[in-house]
């Protein structure tokens, strides 16, 4: 009788896990910019405070990105002029804006939440992001 609950206890297990999602980091690049942050290209004049980003057409989906929260984190420099830029933290954002063509990062954070995650005299830095 042990043998056969340990067998659907293992099978639960199983099926638990294979319906659970999982989410992976994509490798991209941050730069950031400066306030004023409104208005923005998806709430106009309307104010989300300091922790917010501009997506790139990688990310931007024709608008469908506006709202979307992403957890960034540096993973290193894109330049030698700062080595070191990482200061080994993540940031949450939200996409408030649009970043271009021509953009030079994959999410354009604000000088705010950049700093957070990186010393701003770096200026664009390589990150893992995952919504």
Do not use: H
């Not at 056969?4 to 690049?29: E, K, N, S």
């Amino acid at each position: 009788m042990g043998a056969a609950i340990l067998g659907r206890v293992l099978v639960m297990v199983v099926i638990a896990v294979w319906f659970t999602p999982v989410a992976y980091a994509v490798d991209g690049t941050a730069t950031y910019y400066t306030p004023p942050y409104v208005p923005s290209s998806c709430y106009g004049y309307q104010d989300n405070g300091v922790m917010i980003a501009a997506a790139s057409d990688v990310i931007w989906d024709n608008r469908a990105a506006c709202g979307r929260m992403y957890r960034v984190t540096c993973t290193g420099p894109t330049n030698q002029g700062v080595p070191q830029p990482c200061r080994g933290q993540s940031v949450v954002v939200k996409i408030v804006d649009y970043c271009p063509a021509g953009c030079q990062g994959t999410i354009d954070l604000s000088q705010e939440a950049f700093n957070i995650i990186a010393d701003p005299n770096a200026g664009k830095i390589k990150i893992d992001y995952v919504q």
